[in-house]
Nanobody, 115 residues
Framework: QVHVVESGGGSVQPGGSLRLSCAASGTSGSAYFMRWFRQSPGKERDLVASAGSLSQTDYADFVKGRFTISRDNTENKMYMQMNSLEPEDTAVYYC?????????WGQGTQVTVSS
């Protein structure tokens, strides 16, 4: 059974930084893609960043230059360094893992940016 677990969320002031982690266990295959999504109350879940199996990365325009995604393909782990955080970045951040046998989600980790 595949488990996806996020960690690293918390509360920071505007301009601060956080580092999120995601780990997928229960699978021996390397993920095709590992992605971060986020969702604020009353809004849709948005794609934030993605990392492919060849370490190719892509970012939403609203985080380019501020967030950096990386992954460890050998262990199906992914990280996202978030710098210059803004109140608009407040959301629950979800890790999504696309494996050969399915699409899996974590429970999410809360990020709050407030003064």
């Amino acid at each position: 059974q595949v488990h996806v677990v996020e960690s690293g969320g918390g509360s920071v002031q505007p301009g601060g930084s956080l580092r999120l982690s995601c780990a997928a266990s229960g699978t021996s295959g390397s993920a095709y893609f590992m992605r971060w999504f986020r969702q604020s109350p009353g809004k849709e879940r948005d794609l934030v960043a993605s990392a492919g199996s060849l370490s190719q990365t892509d970012y939403a325009d609203f985080v380019k230059g501020r967030f950096t995604i990386s992954r460890d393909n050998t262990e199906n782990k992914m990280y996202m360094q978030m710098n210059s955080l803004e109140p608009e970045d407040t959301a629950v951040y979800y890790c999504n893992v696309i494996l050969p046998h399915g699409n899996f989600w974590g429970q999410g980790t809360q990020v709050t940016v407030s003064s």
